[in-house]
T-cell receptor
Framework: NAGVTQTPKFQVLKTGQSMTLQCAQDMNHEYMSWYRQDPGMGLRLIHYSVGAGITDQGEVPNGYNVSRSTTEDFPLRLLSAAPSQTSVYFC?????????????FGPGTRLTVL | DAKTTQPTSMDCAEGRAANLPCNHSTISGNEYVYWYRQIHSQGPQYIIHGLKNNETNEMASLIITEDRKSSTLILPHATLRDTAVYYCIVRPVGDDKIIFGKGTRLHILP
């Protein structure tokens, strides 16, 4: 199993550009989520999904769109990048189990918006 | 979600036990205590979780007070590789979201 994979590892954008951060998992996990982590800060939840066709907003959803057409993939779209979106983005996945679910995180995408 | 309070940073000598406290005084009966850690620049890693009993696995032990208002994560023999930010998280049963706080930055000293 590759686990949770994220592409690209690094990206530089200009203000106003759009792009999609890719996240995939091969563990047949129903739950997937996206976080951002600004320098020296904790992780903040952007969007999450409990299964194909279902998405919901987290703590900081503005400026980001997501969709979940398959169990394996959960892309994060930046429609018009802003310097405030410079951050490290982490994707995570887990099974949906009552009581306990260990979340597995990807290696992150480091995004700089100029 | 119940809030957690952790010290900003801690030091521990290599080879000693690292004891990381967490206060969750408003925890509800259906909320679990989870611990994750994040080694520099990497994605967070699950360590352990518990409801009301003490728990142990190959990485750590989790001690939860009887009133469940606080807990302690114990790394029994800390190594330099345990240097990381440790997050204590309280999460209700059936809620898949993890909301991270600021965590404790643990420095293992040689």
């Amino acid at each position: 199993n590759a686990g949770v994979t994220q592409t690209p590892k690094f990206q530089v954008l200009k203000t106003g550009q759009s792009m999609t951060l890719q996240c995939a998992q091969d563990m047949n996990h129903e739950y997937m989520s996206w976080y951002r982590q600004d320098p020296g800060m904790g992780l903040r939840l952007i969007h999450y999904s409990v299964g194909a066709g279902i998405t919901d907003q987290g703590e900081v959803p503005n400026g980001y769109n997501v969709s979940r057409s398959t169990t394996e993939d959960f892309p994060l779209r930046l429609l018009s990048a802003a310097p405030s979106q410079t951050s490290v983005y982490f994707c995570a996945s887990s099974l949906v189990l009552a009581g306990y679910n260990e979340q597995f995180f990807g290696p992150g995408t480091r995004l700089t918006v100029l | 979600d119940a809030k957690t309070t952790q010290p900003t940073s801690m030091d521990c000598a290599e080879g000693r036990a690292a004891n990381l406290p967490c206060n969750h005084s408003t925890i509800s009966g259906n909320e679990y205590v989870y611990w994750y850690r994040q080694i520099h620049s990497q994605g967070p890693q699950y360590i352990i979780h518990g409801l009301k009993n003490n728990e142990t696995n190959e990485m750590a032990s989790l001690i939860i007070t009887e009133d469940r208002k606080s807990s302690t994560l114990i790394l029994p023999h800390a190594t330099l590789r345990d240097t990381a930010v440790y997050y204590c998280i309280v999460r209700p049963v059936g809620d898949d979201k993890i909301i991270f706080g600021k965590g404790t930055r643990l420095h293992i000293l040689p």
